[in-house]
């Protein structure tokens, strides 16, 4: 079956102003799309057509980079969008105490995680992931996650920020820092708990 789009669970504008709609807009229907539709491409007529995204990912070396990046490209954002959110909530629970035991605070992760992001070269994505149990900070280049078989830090994502120029540019044009510092105010923690409670 062919992999589509999936839709935003709120609205272009309500993560503003934090991140503005039109670079929601742009971001999710014309780049995501473009993933979604190139992937289809590099896979139609091959074996790689009846795999779920999670199984590609997982043997990753053995697809055309088209797949590696498209197919990235539609992972990664697929959990971009749901983890994002207008509540502006915190942690609790498992999860705060997962935070803790593994950074020592809150500011202690987002700290790591924008340094993972701002020294990522050029484009790639930072990741909060769940490895053997425990949380750690990693980052990859291009399209690439720590689902992949090629990675070099392997995980599951809980929790991933796009630092792609594309996600930011409009609003921030080239300061990254400043668009990391914002994305906090706008992570839907209640996501990423459901996420580490399903990783565990
Ligand atoms: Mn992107």
Same mark, same amino acid.
């Given at each position: 079956m062919a992999h589509t789009l999936p839709a935003l669970g709120? =609205?272009?504008? =309500? $993560? @503003?102003?934090? +991140?503005?709609a039109l670079t929601m807009q742009i971001h999710h229907d014309r780049h995501h799309q473009a993933y979604v539709d190139n992937l289809n491409k590099a896979l139609a007529?091959? @074996?790689? @057509?009846?795999?779920s995204l999670e199984e590609l990912m997982a043997n +990753? #070396?053995?697809?055309p980079a088209a797949v590696r990046n498209n197919g990235g490209g539609h992972w990664n954002h697929t959990l971009f969008w749901e983890i $994002?959110?207008? #509540?502006g909530s915190q942690p609790s629970g498992a999860l705060a105490d997962a935070i803790n035991a593994a950074f020592g605070s809150l500011d202690a992760l987002k700290e790591k995680m924008n340094t993972a992001g701002t020294t990522r070269f050029g484009s790639g994505w930072a990741w909060l992931i769940v490895k053997d149990g425990k949380l750690d900070v990693c980052s990859t280049p291009?399209?690439?996650?720590?689902?992949?078989? +090629? =990675?070099e830090v392997k995980g599951t994502p809980i929790l991933g920020i796009d630092v792609w120029e594309h996600a930011y540019y409009l609003k921030y044009q080239n300061k990254r820092p400043d668009y990391l510092g914002a994305i906090w105010n706008v992570i839907n923690w209640d996501a990423v708990a459901a996420k580490f409670e399903a990783a565990k």
């Open positions: 709120y =609205a272009f504008d =309500a $993560l @503003e102003p934090h +991140i503005d007529g091959t @074996e790689g @057509e009846g795999k +990753i #070396s053995k697809y $994002l959110g207008p #509540s291009n399209q690439d996650n720590p689902l992949m078989d +090629i =990675a």
